[in-house]
């Protein structure tokens, strides 16, 4: 149970990672930041990383869902 733990906190942690540097990309290009344009940019990276990789890190699909 403690590494399923660890594994579900270390997602967690990451979803957040990239969450706020959505957010403080979003602040240094003056942009107002709502749910809906940070989802907006989200869903943008998650276009790119299935372009470039072919699949999506499993962090960037917890905020996605939420």
Do not use: V, W
């Not at 344009?37 to 998650?46: I, N, S």
Request: with cysteine.
């Amino acid at each position: 149970m403690k590494i399923e733990t660890d594994l579900n906190d270390n997602l967690f942690d990451e979803a957040c990672s990239l969450t706020g540097m959505c957010c403080l990309l979003m602040a240094i290009d003056g942009e107002e930041i709502n749910r809906t344009q940070l989802t907006l940019e989200l869903m943008r990276l998650h276009g790119t990383c299935i372009g470039q990789a072919g699949q999506c890190p499993p962090p960037l699909l917890l905020p996605l869902r939420s």
